[in-house]
């Protein structure tokens, strides 16, 4: 290709401007079949620098463009710009920015799309070693073009430079270019939609200035342009001044934004905007017919009116509009603020609520009611409860309140009826003062409006005692669970101890109701704390002494709605043991504020169940009181206990234990011995096993007992260990000599025996006459201490007695002693009792007769003498003439009561041969009289529950068993009951005897008797048995009254309530019984509509409630939806009745305890009312502005003829014109009750207003007689019920 002269000019040649690809390719040939750059066919070339002279040079293509931009023109030629084989100076980065100071004199090259290879190819194809700054970076990669020569004239050699190079901070081998531009401006338009979201919220807000906001923006906007400047992203870039002006701009627009209440940017664009605005809806509204219908009255056509003599000619419509109206909480609601709420929040929230939106809870509004056009401002007055000062507030910013809108009234302009929501942080009185449009026209209040009351949101908690009496060991755990120990009912007659130890704390406005469910062992229970007096915490009655007379005269007003703590105190006896669970149902305050625990939704209500306690939710362990007692194995032992050193006895004894309770316990006991008193303890880990080791003699007292949780009583019963002494034994013999038998006929042998019998002597009977005989062991069981009995052998001989052991019931295995009697024995007769042919009687009754019998022996006819030993006196009688073996003695009659003893003493056979008996003895105890036997009756006599059998006390001193002979007092069947008392060991003490009672009344013994008749003590001989009086529970009827006649009276009622009012009074209760008592009733609802409102086949809802009633107490009646209420008492159980008690449904007190069951109370309908039209004829007229929304609101036309007034003509021909007037009527409905008040305000488009008063309506439809002035003067008239 040839190349151009270098005289010539590039851009003379018409050269294709740069980035036309299509020219670039046809100058450089490509796409016309050359072989490609690189290829095989394509040969390499080799750039050199031109020579001088030289008219064929040649050059690349970005040479020849480079030089048709004309910024080397005055510098010296470049041989080419990629770089020589000589060695040149490395290109140095210079400033890319547009607002670079030399642009005009740089090249940015990196905008050429020159279609050459990459950097690394340029390289390759100069083969110079020099590094190329970034010229071709950002150039789209094409196939290279042909080798190009331009031919030079005068050419000389020149140094080659630089051209200035785009660059940016972030390597572009991080991230390209294009990617820096696309994630600066993503960064841009975060930040900007952040500062519009911040703008916003706070414009939401009334107090719409934020110097945190101003100083957040100011430093996010200086922190954006100083990382333009630094990052120096191409096209994007920012100069060091644009920095300090884009800073200084930024901070005036975040000055307007957010921390001026008035924006000098918003009243410099204002005017222009509404210029602009008003010139657009002219242009519409010249559109005919339906211009005018879209634009209406703006008020943009009246700001932008400008004064022009045309237009002020001809006829001209003028509307003039009615006042607008504005009323505050229109449906006399009640507010409240949760002032815990706004205490426990931190105070950054104040500063970022608005980016974040930490406010867990809605904020409290009060609705503002707006009739007419749109508020510009709206002032109110607050007035604390505290000091009762009163405030005046504005709030300028109304758009930035939440609004909704009623409805639209297109006839009148932008009037409309919306609904603005006034937010309120503070608790107080809140009266609208006055609202303006943005002409500064104020708006009407609504007439007799009460001011609005906000009151502390009601916030309650269950809390323990801090003045809990701790005698029973109640104690509170680190989870907050209580625990405490079984109260022991003392007194029957004045019920049982019922001190609280909960208290359920509330704070609100006063007087609060809360129910609280109490969980007895899972047993479901309601407790309603509605009619017992508080127990206030901070119990003021008067404002604080800090205010003046004046300000203390203003708080008095306002001091009731003030918050106030309580304190309930719920009582319960807690005698059964178990788990008490109280829990916080709901909550309401006076106001009707209600807070259930259910609607919450929060933790820490009923996560408690399994874990610590919360404030809505408090367990306490009511736990069974320990008690110990000997074993039921000692007691039935006998007693006392000897310590003895034989080996068949005990040195020490293991006194079993009986605990009750949860281990470990604690047992204190105290060992009496004369004189000496020592008090010992022992702990035992386990109720099995727990002995006391007694090695020491004394009286074992058990005195008390505590377990894991509480101290118990031991029951009264002692154990005694005696010290055993060692028994003794003197002994001597006398020989028995009988002259009629031949000589001695035996011995009689004398022991005087120390110890505790009985006794046994052992000794080894000899005959000597037989010396290769075996002795004969024998042993002599007393049960006296002295002992005498014979010896008489029956066969004849010299006998030797060897005493060589003695045992008594301390030494059962025996001590040895060494004793020896010698004695010549003759045979001789013998006689001993008879313990086979009958029984031997061992007691008797005194007066009483006995026979004992007696077998002889040897030869008869028999005489016989026998001893009666009585204390220390012996009576012998002489029986003669036996001649039978078998012989009965006939004893008595006994004249004392004693141990008698009868002992054979000799007999005598038919040889006159005489043999004293030893031994041969039966003792029989003869008892003064019978047990002794009385009633251990209370003071107050014994007391059952109604169909249980009582059981009456009975003391017996006697043996058993013993039966007991006893009748009711006042019986007419006088029958007499028989009971038959078997005690299991007369050592059992804690066996408590008692006979069966067969209903109410006064019993009295009759007799007791065991072997012989008893006595009945004349003190205890009666007792008398009651049964515990049934609960009940009915209405007072003090404050209650009824509707019906005298002979039909009906039931009664509480008096009437509205629809929706507080109630201030409640159903009184009257209670007998022991408390606490728990109640069922049922609620019987009938509609208000119900035309068969009464009758029980008819009722519209039936619900069943319990609750849980303290001392005098209060049923609360429902108080939200209207009709008929009938309260039935159903059932009633207290502390001693446990199952419920049914009552009868009564509508009168027929005797005491037995009250009126059955009440009611009626609800009324609030009243309802219309304000309708219609035409003299009857013809009702269409005032409903409801419908389309661009429909026209109704009017009602009335004529009068020009210059007609009321002064105008007569009387009668006034009347005349009056009846053609239309007829305004209000109609109630037939919910309400006669005689109803109505209010109607009527207002013309200009003037004051008028409110026409009706009382005493007797009807549901009542005709309006408007003011004279109003019929008889023109004009637009607005009328409001």
């Known amino acids: 290709m040839n190349g151009r002269q270098s005289g010539a000019p590039v851009g003379s040649q018409g050269l294709t401007p740069v980035g036309s690809p299509n020219r670039i390719a046809r100058r450089t040939g490509a796409n016309m079949g050359s072989p490609r750059f690189g290829s095989p066919q394509f040969p390499r070339t080799e750039v050199r620098a031109p020579e001088a002279g030289s008219e064929n040079t040649r050059s690349t293509f970005a040479e020849r463009v480079y030089q048709s931009t004309g910024r080397l023109r005055g510098q010296p030629e470049l041989g080419s710009p990629f770089g020589m084989q000589q060695q040149t100076p490395t290109a140095q980065h210079t400033n890319t920015s547009a607002f670079s100071p030399d642009t005009d004199s740089q090249m940015q090259l990196s905008e050429l799309d020159l279609g050459a290879g990459s950097s690394s190819d340029v390289l390759a194809a100069s083969g110079s070693p020099q590094k190329v700054s970034s010229v071709v970076a950002s150039a789209p990669k094409r196939a290279p073009p042909p080798p190009m020569t331009v031919s030079k004239s005068a050419a000389r050699p020149a140094k080659a430079t630089a051209a200035p190079v785009p660059t940016s901070a972030i390597p572009a081998s991080i991230i390209d270019l294009p990617s820096q531009r696309m994630y600066a401006l993503a960064v841009l338009a975060v930040l900007v939609a952040w500062k519009l979201y911040d703008a916003i919220s706070l414009n939401a807000d009334t107090d719409r200035t934020s110097f945190y906001l101003f100083f957040k923006w100011c430093v996010l906007d200086t922190a954006l342009w100083y990382a333009g400047w630094r990052l120096h992203i191409p096209r994007l870039s920012v100069s060091l001044n644009a920095l300090y002006a884009l800073a200084g701009l930024s901070a005036f627009l975040n000055l307007n934004m957010f921390f001026m209440s008035s924006s000098v940017l918003t009243l410099a664009v204002k005017p222009v905007a509404v210029s602009i605005a008003s010139s657009c809806l002219r242009s519409v509204k010249s559109i005919p017919w339906l211009g005018p219908r879209l634009v209406g009255d703006s008020d943009l056509l009246i700001d932008s009116f400008e004064l022009n003599e045309e237009h002020i000619l001809g006829r001209h419509t003028i509307h003039v509009l009615p006042h607008s109206l504005t009323h505050m909480n229109p449906q006399g609601k009640s507010f409240c603020i949760d002032e815990a709420h706004l205490r426990a929040m931190p105070w950054y929230h104040r500063y970022t ?19 007419g056009t749109h508020p510009d401002s709206i002032s109110y007055a607050y007035t604390s409860f505290e000091t009762g000062q009163r405030q005046l507030r504005t709030i300028k910013n109304v758009g930035a309140l939440q609004m909704e809108t009623n409805a639209v009234y297109p006839t009148l302009g932008n009037w409309v009826m919306a609904t603005y929501h006034l937010p309120i942080s503070e608790i ?44 029973d060991n109640f104690v509170v755990g680190s989870d907050g669970h209580a625990s405490i120990c079984q109260r022991i009912d003392r007194d029957q007659e004045s019920g049982p101890t019922s001190d609280g130890l909960i208290q359920a704390v509330v704070e609100g406005y006063e007087p609060i109701e809360m129910t609280v469910v109490r969980l007895v062992n899972g047993h479901r229970e309601v407790i309603n704390l509605d009619g017992i007096q508080p127990q206030s915490i901070d119990d003021q009655t008067t404002p604080g002494e800090d205010l003046d007379s004046a300000q203390l005269k203003s708080a008095e007003k306002w001091f009731r709605y003030k918050t106030r703590t309580s304190a309930y105190t719920l009582s319960d006896t807690f005698l059964r043991p178990g788990e008490y669970v109280y829990k916080l149902e709901s909550f309401r305050d006076a106001a009707n504020h209600s807070v259930k625990m259910a609607d919450m939704n929060a933790n820490g209500i009923f996560d408690g169940d399994e874990g610590k306690a919360t404030p809505y939710m408090a367990r306490i362990a009511v736990h069974r009181r320990p008690g110990v007692r000997w074993a039921e194995a000692l007691l039935n032992a006998e007693l006392p206990l000897r310590l003895s050193e034989d080996r068949a006895r005990k040195s020490s004894y293991a006194l079993p234990l009986s605990l009750l309770g949860v281990g470990p316990w604690t047992v204190n006991y105290v060992i009496v011995n004369g004189a000496d008193v020592s008090q010992e303890s022992k702990s035992f880990a386990k109720a099995v096993g727990a002995v006391i080791d ?22 009264k019963t002692n154990v005694t260990l005696a010290h055993a002494p060692k028994p003794t034994a003197n002994i001597s013999a006398t020989p028995i000599t009988a002259h009629e038998c031949g000589g001695e006929i035996g011995a009689l042998i004398d022991l005087e025996l120390t110890g505790r019998p009985p006794f046994a002597v052992h000794y080894r009977e000899r005959n000597l006459r037989f010396p290769n005989s075996r002795a004969v062991t024998r042993v002599v069981r007393s049960q006296q201490r002295r002992h005498l009995f014979k010896v008489m052998p029956e066969l004849a001989g010299t006998y030797e007695f060897e005493f060589f052991q003695l045992e008594d019931d301390n030494y059962p295995s025996g001590l040895p002693i060494s004793s020896t009697i010698e004695q010549e024995i003759h045979a001789q007769p013998s006689a001993k009792i008879d313990t086979l042919s009958g029984r031997v009687p061992t007691r008797a009754c005194m007066g009483e007769e006995l026979e004992l019998p007696v077998r002889l022996k040897g030869q008869g006819p028999w005489e016989l003498v026998y001893n009666v030993v009585y204390e220390n006196r012996r009576t012998a009688k002489t029986v003669t003439g036996i001649t039978d073996e078998s012989f009965t003695i006939q004893l008595g009659m006994f004249e004392q009561a004693g141990e008698y003893t009868v002992e054979l003493a000799q007999v005598k056979d038919g040889n006159q041969c005489a043999r004293d008996l030893l ?89 007791a008797s065991d072997i012989c008749a008893g006595t009945i003590d004349p003190q205890g001989a009666r007792c008398t048995v009651h049964v515990e009086p049934k609960p009940s529970v009915w209405f007072a009827t003090d404050h209650l009254h009824r509707d019906g006649e005298e002979q039909n009276p009906g039931i009664w009622r509480l008096h009437e309530s509205c629809e929706g009012a507080a109630l201030q009074s409640a159903f009184e209760l009257g209670l007998s019984g022991s408390g606490p008592w728990k109640l069922e009733y049922r609620v019987d609802f009938w509609t208000a509509t119900n035309a068969r409102s009464g009758v029980p086949a008819f009722v519209d809802r039936t619900a069943t409630h319990t609750l849980v009633a303290l001392q005098s107490s209060t049923l609360k009646p429902e108080c939200c ?23 009868l449904a ?44 661009r429909r026209r609101a109704p009017s009602i036309r009335h004529c009068l003829a020009p210059g007609q007034s009321r002064s105008d003509g007569d009387a009668q021909t006034w009347a005349k014109l009056h009846e053609h007037l239309p007829v305004f009527r209000i109609e109630f409905e037939e919910s309400g009750q006669a005689p109803f008040q109505a209010w109607v305000e009527v207002f013309p488009a200009s003037g004051p207003s008028e409110v026409v008063h009706l009382s005493d309506i007797p009807g549901y439809s009542q005709p309006i007689t408007l003011p004279d002035h109003v019929a008889s003067q023109i004009g637009r008239y607005h009328m409001r019920l």
């Open 919 to 1007: 031994d041969v003895s039966t003792v029989i105890n003869v008892r003064e009289g019978g047990p002794r036997v009385s009633f251990q009756c209370p003071d107050n006599g014994v007391r059952v529950l109604d169909g249980e059998q009582a059981q009456i006390p009975i003391y017996m001193a006697g043996e058993f068993p013993v039966e007991v002979r006893y009748h009711k007092i006042g019986d007419a069947s006088e029958q007499v009951y028989r009971a038959t008392i078997r005690r299991k060991s007369q050592h059992s003490s804690s066996q408590v005897d008692s006979v069966a009672a067969y209903g109410p009344g006064e019993y009295e013994l009759v007799s």
């Open 1121 to 1143: 939806e209207p009709g008929l209420y009938r309260y039935t008492l159903l059932s009633v159980s207290d502390e001693r009745y446990q199952r419920p008690q049914r009552l």
């Open 694 to 715: 007694a090695n020491q003699p004394g009286v074992y007292h058990l005195v008390s007992v505590s377990d894991k949780h509480c101290v118990g009583q031991a029951e």
């Open 353 to 371: 609520s608005g980016v974040f939106g930490h406010n867990r809870y809605p904020q409290t509004t009060i609705p503002i009611l707006v009739n």
């Open 428 to 471: 107080g009185a809140y009266e609208i003062y006055s609202v303006k449009d943005r002409k500064g026209l104020e708006f009407r209040t609504a007439a007799q409006a009460p001011p609005t009351i906000v009151v502390s949101c009601p916030r309650a908690r269950l809390q323990w005692r801090e003045d809990a009496n701790a005698a």
């Open 1146 to 1189: 009564a509508h009168e007190a027929v005797a005491l305890g037995a009250g009126v069951t059955v009440v009611e109370h009626v609800i009324t309908k609030s009243p309802w009312a219309e304000l309708r039209a219609y035409s003299p004829d009857g013809k009702p007229l269409d005032t409903s502005s409801r419908g389309s929304f």
